[in-house]
């Protein structure tokens, strides 16, 4: 059984960003052709069985899913239920309260309302920080909503003001993310992966991270934590270890290749210089900057130093959405507030949105980008709605004016969800 994606305009975000009218066929799993409709050989594009779902696609946009590097599905039921408060009290006053009531079954079913919205907005593949208890629960929304996801139970085993809850004992904390490792990563056809989520510097202790430092590094697995969101938190960090936050976490063995760090909005040059050294990830969330009032990050900067940018909604908690074109809207839109026009584009954005994304995840050999033999997450986007209407820039209609409600057609690993 094939699927033809038949004359959109393909937005491939392969090397060369390339963008041209043509075909998307899916196979299984898999992207199998990629077929131009000025290719000069019809015979390369011709049918001659049956067993083929042909998707009318002119006028739309065909690109890769969008990856949302930063997210935690289990806040989704806090949507609206926290607003105007900076980081510290709203995790004490609504986030850890929320996360410590959970059951499993009401965990399941946050999780589902997240991967609804999401699928519906395009995104594909996320990043997810879950909670202390019942991550197997998330992880089971995401196997039966069939979208992609890596996910980390939250640790916490430091007392920063949260419920005993979630506090756990260090090594139980760490024996459970094994399990969680051993049990989930690659199942659902490779759908699910895990990582390690020690939460952020004031609610971990030194062996708890140092732990999943070597755990990490033993297993291949990515770390996930936030960092430097908030002039409360960096001066908590300091008072707790007597350092800086990033030459802290680097110091406990967790700035490398596979360490995904979102946020990082007040960092020093030589901050920046030391993501870069250490081949970090940063995970940019500027709806959550805004709405918790933590500041604007140095995304030109940390872009023009060489640093790789994922991008994310993070918790219907602090954005109050999940809508990934929002957040590639405002990283733009703010970086011009901050060091002037144009110096992040919105292909940047979108870069940020889906290959940048992949690279985070360690996942860009088969997600990110439209190219023969990648996993099949691909969706159709119209742009001929009035609110986007007019302009021949496919990237900036995407960007600038096209809304989550915009996406027509999803699929995830050759699934078709919408
Ligand atoms: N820092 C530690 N935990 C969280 C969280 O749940 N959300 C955000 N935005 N920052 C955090
Ligand atoms: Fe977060």
Same mark, same amino acid.
Request: glycine share 8%; aromatic share 4%.
């Given at each position: 059984?094939?699927?033809?994606?038949?004359?959109?305009?393909?937005?491939?975000?392969?090397?060369?960003?390339? @963008?041209? @009218?043509?075909?998307?066929?899916?196979? &299984? $799993?898999?992207?199998?052709?990629?077929?131009?409709?000025?290719?000069?050989?019809?015979?390369?594009?011709?049918?001659?069985?049956?067993?083929?779902?042909?998707?009318?696609?002119?006028?739309?946009?065909?690109?890769?899913?969008?990856?949302?590097?930063? +997210?935690?599905?289990?806040?989704?039921? =806090?949507?609206?239920?926290?607003?105007?408060?900076?980081?510290?009290?709203?995790?004490?006053?609504?986030?850890?309260?929320?996360?410590? !009531?959970?059951?499993?079954?009401?965990?399941?079913?946050?999780?589902?309302?997240?991967?609804?919205?999401?699928?519906?907005?395009?995104?594909? *593949?996320?990043?997810?920080?879950? *909670?202390?208890?019942?991550?197997?629960?998330?992880?089971? /929304?995401?196997?039966?909503? &069939?979208?992609?996801?890596?996910?980390?139970?939250?640790?916490?085993?430091?007392?920063?003001?949260?419920?005993?809850?979630?506090?756990?004992?260090?090594?139980?904390?760490?024996?459970?993310?094994?399990?969680?490792?051993?049990?989930?990563?690659?199942?659902? $056809?490779?759908?699910?992966?895990?990582?390690?989520?020690?939460?952020?510097?004031?609610?971990?202790?030194?062996?708890?991270?140092?732990?999943?430092?070597?755990?990490?590094?033993?297993?291949?697995?990515?770390?996930?934590?936030?960092?430097?969101?908030?002039?409360?938190?960096?001066?908590?960090?300091?008072?707790?270890?007597?350092?800086?936050?990033?030459?802290?976490?680097?110091?406990?063995?967790?700035?490398?290749?596979?360490?995904?760090?979102?946020?990082?909005?007040?960092?020093?040059?030589?901050?920046? /210089? =030391?993501?870069?050294?250490?081949?970090?990830?940063?995970?940019?969330?500027?709806?959550?900057?805004?709405?918790? /009032?933590?500041?604007?990050?140095?995304?030109?900067?940390?872009?023009?130093?060489?640093? $790789?940018?994922?991008?994310?909604?993070?918790? !219907?908690?602090?954005?109050?959405?999940?809508?990934?074109?929002?957040?590639?809207?405002?990283?733009?839109?703010?970086?011009?507030?901050?060091?002037?026009? &144009?110096?992040? *584009?919105?292909?940047?954005?979108?870069?940020?949105?889906?290959?940048?994304?992949?690279?985070?995840?360690?996942?860009?050999?088969?997600?990110?980008?439209?190219?023969? &033999?990648?996993?099949?997450?691909?969706?159709? +986007?119209?742009?001929?709605?009035?609110?986007?209407?007019?302009?021949?820039?496919?990237?900036?209609? =995407?960007?600038?004016?096209?809304?989550?409600?915009?996406?027509?057609?999803?699929?995830?690993?050759?699934?078709?969800?919408?």
């Amino acid at each position: 059984m094939a699927t033809i994606l038949r004359n959109g305009t393909i937005l491939t975000q392969n090397q060369h960003r390339e @963008i041209f @009218i043509g075909d998307v066929w899916i196979e &299984g $799993n898999r992207i199998t052709k990629i077929v131009r409709s000025d290719d000069a050989n019809p015979a390369a594009n011709a049918v001659d069985w049956e067993d083929v779902s042909n998707v009318d696609c002119t006028g739309k946009y065909i690109l890769p899913g969008f990856i949302q590097s930063h +997210v935690h599905l289990c806040q989704t039921n =806090l949507r609206n239920c926290g607003d105007d408060r900076e980081l510290l009290p709203w995790l004490r006053e609504i986030v850890w309260p929320g996360e410590a !009531a959970h059951t499993y079954d009401s965990l399941y079913q946050t999780a589902r309302l997240a991967i609804e919205e999401l699928y519906r907005g395009g995104t594909t *593949t996320v990043l997810t920080m879950e *909670t202390v208890q019942h991550t197997d629960a998330a992880i089971e /929304a995401v196997i039966d909503g &069939g979208i992609r996801a890596i996910l980390g139970k939250a640790l916490m085993d430091r007392d920063a003001g949260q419920p005993a809850a979630l506090r756990e004992d260090t090594a139980l904390a760490l024996s459970d993310a094994d399990r969680l490792f051993t049990q989930w990563h690659g199942a659902a $056809n490779g759908r699910i992966g895990v990582c390690y989520a020690p939460r952020f510097v004031p609610t971990c202790s030194e062996a708890l991270l140092r732990g999943v430092a070597a755990r990490a590094n033993e297993r291949n697995a990515l770390v996930h934590t936030h960092a430097s969101e908030n002039r409360g938190e960096l001066e908590l960090v300091k008072q707790l270890t007597g350092m800086e936050n990033l030459p802290y976490l680097d110091s406990v063995g967790l700035l490398h290749e596979h360490s995904c760090i979102a946020h990082c909005i007040h960092l020093s040059t030589d901050d920046i /210089a =030391l993501l870069k050294n250490r081949g970090s990830h940063v995970l940019h969330c500027p709806s959550a900057n805004l709405k918790l /009032a933590s500041g604007l990050a140095p995304i030109h900067e940390l872009l023009t130093a060489g640093v $790789n940018v994922g991008l994310g909604a993070d918790g !219907a908690a602090c954005n109050n959405n999940l809508d990934g074109l929002h957040e590639a809207r405002l990283m733009p839109l703010l970086q011009n507030i901050r060091v002037g026009a &144009g110096k992040v *584009t919105a292909q940047v954005a979108l870069d940020s949105l889906t290959i940048r994304g992949a690279r985070a995840l360690g996942l860009s050999e088969s997600i990110g980008s439209l190219e023969t &033999g990648k996993l099949a997450d691909v969706i159709v +986007v119209n742009p001929n709605r009035p609110h986007a209407q007019g302009g021949a820039d496919p990237i900036s209609r =995407l960007i600038y004016s096209c809304r989550a409600d915009d996406v027509e057609m999803v699929w995830v690993n050759g699934v078709q969800l919408l």
